[in-house]
């Protein structure tokens, strides 16, 4: 039973019904009479092909998991290239499809654009059993994406600050027993040392408390953005206690983790990000040191870096 605990409040009662249908959960290779079904199968392996992703548990995950659980009863609004529509009917096999889905658009939140988190999970390589913290969960969509990913042996502690999101999340991600929902903040710890950490959000510069909770060899994500202009994704591998191998991958939107902001590293980034979109980095570094001329993005406590991770013990 996935647990819901609370930080200062009590999770606020939906009125309107939050999951269309509630579908059971479905592995991929019984038989595909049911038409959910054969889209759902067919979306992964489109989301596949078309981002050469060979991952078989990528494609497991994504033809496993009823994207329509955690988007809310339909119409769905859809967005896609700078257009946005409503489906013409809440026939599930809409969801199917490499776009976004509104939440809210008054707060902007979105169930995130498929390709994006198939091609940024599949780099993350997210192992069997692996410890994942997930913060930003949402509706818990990606969440189960993850702990398909990890499997029965691992576990996913999801975190969402949003009440509402929280509690959708919550009943939503109840097929997946090694899922943990928290209602708290998740630029604030401290989390349990994780394997691996994926952030949903954009911050303008990795938090104390996410580099602290990363184990030895494991890995974060996260969406690294400015407050104008596109940002890109940190993909971090711990590889001693004050280095991380870096590279930052793509050209991403998304909406702000509050809590993970700030204005002047917000500018400083923008400016890095135009000079060489990030192609020049190589390491995270979290040592004492003066800014000079390999230094991407200079913070307090933390650098990305042109120079190689130095590899070493990190316990």
């Known amino acids: 039973m996935v647990e819901l605990l609370c930080s200062n409040s009590s999770i606020m009662a939906i009125d309107a019904p939050i999951i269309c249908g509630v579908p059971p959960v479905s592995r991929p290779g019984l038989c595909m009479a049911d038409p959910i079904e054969s889209a759902r199968r067919l979306y992964a392996e489109e989301l596949c092909r078309v981002n050469r992703i060979s991952s078989p548990s ?35 096999t809409h969801v199917y499809c490499d776009a976004l889905i509104v939440l809210d658009r008054v707060k902007h939140l979105n169930n995130g654009q498929p390709s994006l988190w ?15 913290l997930h913060l930003g969960c949402g509706t818990g969509y ?15 502690t999801a975190i969402e600050m949003e009440e509402g999101l929280a509690a959708r999340a919550c009943i939503a991600l109840e097929p997946w027993p090694q899922v943990t929902v928290i209602h708290a903040d998740g630029s604030r ?23 602290a909770a ?16 596109p940002g890109t994704m940190a993909h971090l591998i711990s ?50 040191h003066a800014q000079d001329e390999s230094c991407w993005l200079h913070g307090n406590g933390w650098c990305f870096s042109c120079l190689a991770a130095i590899a070493g013990e990190r316990v």
């Not at 991380?244 to 002047?264: H, K, M, N, Q, Y």
């Open 214 to 229: 990363v184990k030895p060899s494991g890995k974060l994500l996260f969406p690294l953005t400015s407050t104008r202009g």
């Open 189 to 211: 710890g401290p989390f349990a040392p994780a394997d691996v950490i994926v952030v949903s959000a954009g911050a303008t510069h990795p938090l104390p408390a996410w580099l």
């Open 142 to 156: 990606y969440t189960a994406i993850l702990a398909e990913l990890t499997g029965p042996a691992g576990k996913v």
């Open 58 to 92: 990528i494609f497991a995950a994504f033809a496993t998991v009823p994207r329509e659980r955690f988007v809310g009863p339909g119409p769905w609004a859809i967005q896609s290239s700078g257009t946005s529509w409503f489906t013409k009917n809440a026939d599930p």
């Open 239 to 288: 590889t001693s206690a004050d280095f991380f191998a870096a590279t930052l991958e793509g050209s991403v939107f998304f909406v702000d983790f509050a809590g993970a902001r700030d204005p002047i590293v917000s500018s400083e980034l923008a400016r890095a990000l135009r000079r060489d979109e990030g192609a020049s980095v190589c390491s995270l570094r979290c040592d004492t």
């Open 118 to 132: 198939a091609i940024h999970l599949d780099l993350l390589r997210v192992r069997p059993g692996d410890l994942i």
